[in-house]
């Protein structure tokens, strides 16, 4: 069973920094595909960012629009770790932040993801 837990998340003033992290357990993870979502209050969960395996050594992402260029994901298979940096923050990134790991595809749709963490609170003050 693949138990996800993230971390890393609090309070920021608008255009400052945050390191969101999520430990994975249960399963050597290398080889999957790893994803961060977000909820805001009153909205629907929505996808921020993916990495995946291509081959190699060599790990593919892809972003949401609405984070590109500000944000950036990457992985420590090492550690068994996926971290989101986040930089340039706007209140609007105000959400609960969710990682997820898929043992067979990847991309922006949640349905394509097994296994989810609790979620951390990232809020953006203004």
């Known amino acids: 069973q693949v138990q996800l837990v993230e971390s890393g998340g609090g309070l920021v003033q608008a255009g400052g920094s945050l390191r969101l992290s999520c430990a994975a357990t249960?399963?050597?993870?290398?080889?999957?595909?790893m994803g961060w979502f977000r909820q805001a209050p009153g909205k629907e969960r929505e996808f921020v960012a993916s990495?995946?395996?291509?081959?190699?050594?060599?790990?593919?992402?892809l972003y949401a629009d609405s984070v590109k260029d500000r944000f950036t994901i990457y992985r420590d298979n090492a550690k068994n770790t996926v971290y989101l940096r986040m930089n340039s923050l706007k209140p609007e990134d105000t959400a609960v932040y969710y990682c997820?790991?898929?043992?067979?595809?990847?991309?922006?749709?949640?349905?394509?993801?097994?296994?989810w963490g609790q979620g951390t609170q990232v809020t953006v003050s203004s």
């Open positions: 997820a790991l898929s043992t067979y595809s990847s991309g922006s749709k949640a349905t394509l993801y097994d296994y």
């Open positions: 249960g399963r050597t993870f290398s080889s999957y595909a």
């Open positions: 990495t995946r395996w291509t081959g190699g050594n060599v790990y593919t992402a």
